[in-house]
C-alpha cells in the first residue's frame, strides 16, 4: 500500500476505535513504513497506533522512528509503558534513546529492566558520538572454538532471537578475546564433525571503539563485509556494527559533507523538520564570517579606485572575472574533498594532482578567455579584451590551485577538508580576483595605482 | 599488513620471480586489499599476481579492481585465461565488464564461456546503466513452496557455492514468478518438517528491472534488508541486487551529487584516475555558460555606469553584496538538492519550507547587515551605509528565495535537482544582487539612472 493512503487508512481506522481493525490493517505493514505514518501522528494516536502491536513489532516500529519523536513519545510514556518498549528494543537503538532522554526519564527507565539490559545500557550508552561504540550493538552471536559445526549451529539456533546477526559469529576465548570469526554459510556447509577453530577465518577484519564512525562504515562497505566485529582497550570484543547500520552512517556523512560543501554547519535533525532558530545558527557563522572575508576585495577595488573612475567599463566585466575564478576554484575544491572522504584520493597524491590540475585549469581558462573576449571587444576595445583575456586565464589558474589545494591543507592541519566550502572558496578566488584583474588593467592600460 | 608494506612485499617478491613466496604471501590477504596493491602494477605484473592466486579467488580479486584496469588486463590475456577468470566472476561483476569490453574482445570472450554463462552475460548485459537490471545478480537462491525446512536447507547447503547469498531465499511457481521470501534464519529457527510456504513472507518488498540503481539502493537502505528482488516485465524473477552492491551505489549517487553541486559534470571513473582530457570536458561545460551568465551582471553594472561613476565607493561594497546574496543561496540550494535527494523533503513541502525559508533569511540577511553596516558608514557616511543594509537583507533573502526554490522547480520539470549548484545560484544570485543594488542606491541617492 501507498504510504500516503496507509496513513489516510490509519488515521480512520484511529478515528472509529475499532481496535482489531487497526490489528488487522497494521498486520503487513512493514515497520519502516508505519514509521513514516506514525511520524505525522500526534503522541496519543502514535501509542494507541503502536499498542495494536505485538511487543517486538512495535519495539522495531518505535526504533524506526527519528530519535527525536522516540524521545516526545517517551514523555507521554508511563514507566512500564516505556520499559516495556526498551526491553524489545535493539541494544543499540535503546542506547541511542537512553542517550537523548533527560537524566530524570533516565532515572525513571533504570529501575524498570533488568539488571542485564541496565549493564548493557551503561555500557553501550558511554561512548562518544560518532564513534564505532556508539553504533556497535552487543547482540552479536559468539562461539567457543571447540565446539562442531553441528553443535555451533544448535548454538546459533537457540541464540537466533536475541541476536542482530546470526550469519556472521565471533569466535572468543574464555577472556573474550577475539580468535576468529566464522559466518552461518561456512557452518552449514562443512561436514557436522568439523570444529569451529578449523573452519573459522583467523585474519578477522576488525575496528576499535574509539574508531571513527565514518571509518567503520568504509570498512564495511569496502570488503564487503555483513558486521564488523568491534574491540576494547583490553582487546575484548564488544559489540559489532551491522551493514544496515554503516549504509546509515554512508548517507549521513555524505549529507553532512554535503552541507558543509554549501558552508552550513553539521544538522544534527532532518532538513524536514528543523526548526527555524537551529537553521540560522547552522547558517549564520559562515556567512558573517564571508561577509569579512569580501571586504579583501572591497579593500582592493577601493586601491585600485582611480582606475576604475578612469576606466568605468572596467567594472563590467569584474563579476564575470572574479565569478569564473570562483566557479574553477569551487569545482577543483568539490572533487577533492569528496576524493579525500571516499579515500579515492590521499595527502601524499597532492603534488600528482596539483600538476594535473594546473594544464586542466590552464586548458579551461585559456577556453573562457576565448569565449568571452569578443564581448571584452566589442564592450571596451582591444586593449580591454586583451585584459580581460590575460585576467580570466590567470584568475582560473589561480582560483583552481587554491581550491583543489585548501582541502589537502586543512587534512594535512587536522581540520576537515570539507570545510574548504564553495563559498569560501569563492570568497578567496574573488579577492585575488580583483588584485589580479586591476594589477593586469593598471600594467596594460598603463595606469600608474593611485 | 599495511597496504604500503603489502605493496612493497609484492613488488619485490615479483621482482625474485619465486612463485611459491608469492603465493605464501598473498594467502591471507582480503581480495579487496589485493586489488588495491595490483591497481599500481603494470599489467603483466597484475596477471603474474592473480595467477599466484586459485581461481575463486582470482577472480574476486580482479572483480574488486576498477573496470577500466579490468579491461587493460583483459586486453593483455589469452581468450582462455580471460574466459577462465570470466567463468569465475560473480554474474552481476562479469556483465559489467562485458559491457565494457571493445566488440572484437566481446567476440572473442563468448565462444571460450559455457551456454549457460554466455546466456547469463547477454542478458544481464542488455539492461540500461544506472537501472536495478544493470546492478543485479542472477546468483540467487530459489526455493520450492513445497519443500520443507530441512529440504530447503539442504538444497541450500548445495546451491551455495554458486550463489551470491544463501541468507535470503525467494520463493517462486513454475513460472518463476515471485511467492514469497524466506530467511536462512527462519529455516533453521523453524521445526524441520514445516513447508516453505508456512514459513515465508508473503508480502516481499521487490523493485523492476527498469528501476533508477537510486531507487534500488534506497529502498534496501529503508527496509534494511541483505538483498531485493528484482521483477520483470513479465512478473518474473531475474535477479536480486545485495547490500554490498546497494552501498556502492549510495556512495557514488553521493559523489555524482556533489560534484553537481559544484557543477562539474558525472565522472564515470575515480578523480585520481581521471585524465586530463576527461577533467576538462566534464567542467568546461558550465564554466563557459556561466561566464555568460555572467554578463547579466556586467549588464546590470553597466545600465548604471553613471551610478558607479557618481559614487565610486559603491564598488567598494559590490563582492560583499553580491558574494553573500549568492552564498546564503548555496546554503538554502544545497539543504533542499540533499534533502530530495535523501527522501528528506517531497515536491508537496516546497510551501511549507518557502515560508521558514523567508523567516531564516531575512534574520540572517539582517544579522549580516548588521555586520557590515559600521564598515558602511566608516567608508561612505550613513547614506551608503543605509544603501548596503537595505541591499543586504534583501539580497539575502532573494538569493535564499532562489536557491531554495530552484531545486523544486527542476524537480517538478524532471530535471535533477542537483543541477542547482552553488556556482549556478551565485550567479544568478549576482545579477540579482546588482539590480538592487544599484537600483537601492538611485533611489536612495536620489540618482537617476543613465
Given at each position: 500500500m501507498e504510504i500516503q493512503a496507509l496513513a489516510e487508512s490509519v488515521r480512520e481506522t484511529l478515528a472509529t476505535h475499532d481496535a482489531s481493525g487497526l490489528r488487522t490493517l497494521l498486520e503487513d505493514v512493514h515497520p519502516a513504513d508505519l514509521a513514516l505514518v506514525l511520524a505525522e501522528l500526534e503522541p496519543r494516536d502514535m501509542w494507541r497506533a503502536l499498542s495494536a502491536l505485538p511487543p517486538d513489532e512495535r519495539a522495531e516500529t518505535f526504533g524506526y522512528l527519528p530519535t527525536e519523536q522516540q524521545v516526545d513519545l517517551a514523555r507521554t510514556l508511563t514507566r512500564k509503558q516505556l520499559a516495556d518498549i526498551v526491553f524489545h528494543m535493539s541494544a543499540d537503538e535503546r542506547a541511542d534513546l537512553f542517550n537523548r532522554l533527560s537524566q530524570e526519564q533516565q532515572e525513571a527507565l533504570l529501575p524498570g529492566l533488568a539488571q542485564a539490559e541496565r549493564d548493557d545500557i551503561r555500557r553501550l550508552a558511554g561512548y562518544e558520538e560518532g564513534t564505532a561504540g556508539a553504533i556497535m550493538t552487543s547482540d552479536y552471536a559468539t562461539l567457543a572454538p571447540q565446539l562442531t559445526a553441528r553443535e555451533a549451529i544448535e548454538w546459533l539456533r537457540r541464540e537466533a532471537p536475541d541476536k542482530e546477526t546470526i550469519y556472521q559469529s565471533y569466535v572468543i576465548d574464555a577472556d573474550r578475546r577475539l580468535l576468529g570469526a566464522v559466518s552461518l554459510r561456512d557452518l552449514i556447509l562443512a561436514p557436522s564433525a568439523r570444529r569451529v577453530e578449523e573452519l573459522m577465518v583467523r585474519e578477522v577484519i576488525f575496528a576499535r571503539v574509539e574508531d571513527e564512525q565514518e571509518d567503520v562504515a568504509g570498512m564495511i562497505s569496502k570488503y564487503d563485509l555483513l558486521a564488523l566485529p568491534i574491540i576494547n582497550g583490553g582487546e575484548k570484543l564488544v559489540g559489532i556494527v551491522t551493514y544496515d547500520d554503516a549504509m546509515d552512517v554512508v548517507e549521513q556523512e555524505a549529507t553532512e559533507d554535503f552541507h558543509k560543501a554549501a558552508?552550513?554547519?553539521?544538522?544534527?535533525?532532518?532538513v524536514r523538520d528543523a526548526g527555524f532558530r537551529l537553521l540560522y545558527r547552522k547558517r549564520v557563522f559562515w556567512l558573517v564570517l564571508l561577509v569579512f572575508g569580501n571586504l579583501f576585495s572591497g579593500a582592493g577595488i577601493a586601491y585600485f579606485e582611480d582606475t576604475i573612475a578612469a576606466y568605468v567599463a572596467l567594472v563590467f566585466f569584474l563579476p564575470l572575472l572574479v565569478g569564473s575564478s570562483g566557479n574553477a576554484g569551487s569545482q577543483a575544491a568539490t572533487l577533492m574533498v569528496r576524493a579525500l572522504a571516499t579515500g579515492d584520493v590521499e595527502l601524499r597524491d597532492w603534488g600528482r594532482m596539483l600538476g594535473r590540475e594546473l594544464l586542466v585549469a590552464g586548458a579551461l581558462g585559456l577556453t573562457m578567455a576565448i569565449a568571452i573576449s569578443g564581448v571584452g571587444v566589442i564592450r571596451g576595445g582591444s586593449e580591454i579584451a586583451a585584459v580581460v583575456a590575460i585576467t580570466m586565464v590567470t584568475v582560473v589558474i589561480i582560483g583552481s590551485l587554491i581550491g583543489m589545494s585548501l582541502p589537502f591543507v586543512l587534512n594535512r592541519f587536522r581540520f576537515d577538508p570539507a570545510t574548504a566550502s564553495a563559498p569560501l572558496v569563492a570568497t578567496i578566488a574573488d579577492a585575488v580576483g580583483v588584485l589580479v584583474y586591476f594589477g593586469v588593467a593598471s600594467a596594460v592600460l598603463q595606469l600608474p595605482p593611485s
Open positions: 558552508s552550513v554547519d553539521h544538522l544534527e535533525t532532518s
